[in-house]
């Protein structure tokens, strides 16, 4: 799907219980593609450790 300059593509997506409603817009201003985003946002985050609510609660 291509988006429009200035025209907002929405889409709607269920996860459970959860009803997430997601605004898409293209930017002239964008300086990489979703697809780019996204993998740079993995890759910066593969060797952060990732904490379990278990080890974030006060034991008693």
Known sequence: ????????CVTQMNIGDTIYIIESVASDKAKETAYDKVKRLILDNVNVPVISPEMTQKSA
Not at 1 to 8: A, D, Q
């Open 1 to 8: 799907m291509k988006l429009e300059k200035g025209k907002p």
